[in-house]
């Protein structure tokens, strides 16, 4: 399976912004209902935002609701996350996977996890 590469993490200031990126190349991610989860340190991975291939239907945790927003662009193979309003307890490091058009909130059995990107947010 080939592995999503995730960018766009950093160190911000609470309040602050950030998009991150999440690539894969193969035709699989253009029909793929793709999602994006992280994990904090001590804490066990959890679903932030799901969309469905066309980009028409999308999902996010309680948590973010309001302030980030998942896009994405068939066209370069890649899923975006829009990040505002950030606050510490979004400090995490960022994964993206398939996840399941019926439950857009959990991890698909023909996805894989990359490497993910850290996400670090001071108060």
């Known amino acids: 399976q080939v592995q999503p590469v995730e960018s766009g993490g950093g160190l911000v200031q609470a309040g602050g912004s950030l998009r991150l990126s999440c690539a894969r190349s193969?035709?699989?991610?253009?029909?793929?209902?793709m999602g994006w989860f992280r994990q904090a340190p001590g804490k066990e991975r959890e679903f932030v935002a799901g969309v469905n291939w066309s980009g028409g239907r999308t999902a996010y945790a309680e948590s973010v609701k309001g302030r980030f927003t998942i896009s994405r662009d068939n066209a370069k193979n890649t899923v975006y996350l829009q990040m505002n309003n950030l606050n510490p307890e979004d400090t995490a490091v960022y994964y993206c996977?398939?996840?399941?058009?019926?439950?857009?909130?959990?991890?698909?059995?023909?996805?894989?996890w990359g490497q993910g990107t850290q996400v670090t947010v001071s108060s």
């Open positions: 996977n398939a996840v399941k058009d019926s439950d857009l909130a959990s991890v698909s059995n023909f996805g894989s």
């Open positions: 193969g035709r699989s991610m253009t029909i793929s209902a």
